[in-house]
C-alpha cells in the first residue's frame, strides 16, 4: 500500500510540475518528466521513511530539501527531454541534453525561490511527508490466540 500512496503522489506532483514547467502546454518534455514522477516519489517516499522519527523543526527542514531534491530530478528529465525549436532558443540553451538538463535545474530552482513557488510548495511537501510518514506500514499487530486455559490460584480455585 505504501508504493501505491507514492505512486499516485508522484503522478499529482508530476501533473503539477508539469502544468507548472510547461506554462500548461503539457509537452512532450512535461508529460515525459511526468510519466517518470512516480518513479521519483518511490525514491523520495524509501528516503523519507529514513526521516520519519525526527522532531517537527527536523521534519520541515528534511521536506524543504527533499523539495529541491525532487524538483532537481524532476528538472533533469525535462532538460534532458526538452527539444531546441528554434534558431533563438538554440543559441539560448545548449545543445548537449545533460547541459541542458543541469541548467534547467538552475532556471526551475531560481523560479522555486524568487518566485514565491516555495510558500505554497512547501506545505504541500510536508502534508505529503506527513502522509506518507503516518501511513501504516502493513504490519499489523494481532491479538493474541486463547489457548482455552484458565488460571487457577495456589489453592486450586479458578480466578
Known amino acids: 500500500m505504501f508504493l501505491i500512496i507514492c505512486l499516485a503522489s508522484g503522478s499529482v506532483w508530476g501533473l503539477?510540475?508539469?502544468y507548472m514547467v510547461t506554462d500548461g502546454r503539457f509537452d512532450r518534455a512535461g508529460l515525459v518528466a511526468a510519466a517518470v514522477s512516480p518513479g521519483i516519489a518511490i525514491i523520495m517516499g524509501v528516503a523519507a521513511k529514513r526521516f520519519a522519527g525526527l522532531r517537527w523543526i527536523g521534519r520541515g527542514v528534511y521536506t524543504l530539501i527533499a523539495l529541491f531534491v525532487a524538483t532537481?530530478?524532476?528538472s533533469i528529465v525535462v532538460g534532458v527531454m526538452w527539444p531546441a525549436t528554434s534558431v533563438a532558443a538554440a543559441q539560448a540553451t545548449p545543445t548537449n541534453p545533460f547541459?541542458?538538463?543541469?541548467?534547467?535545474v538552475g532556471i526551475v530552482w531560481m523560479g522555486m525561490a524568487f518566485g514565491g513557488d516555495v510558500s505554497w510548495l512547501w506545505p504541500l511537501s510536508l502534508v505529503n511527508h506527513l502522509l506518507i510518514w503516518n501511513w501504516p506500514s502493513g504490519a499489523k499487530t494481532r491479538a493474541p490466540k486463547t489457548l482455552g486455559l484458565t488460571a487457577t490460584g495456589a489453592d486450586g480455585a479458578r480466578q
Open 72 to 74: 532537481a530530478l524532476f
Open 16 to 18: 503539477l510540475g508539469a
Open 99 to 104: 547541459a541542458r538538463a543541469i541548467t534547467m
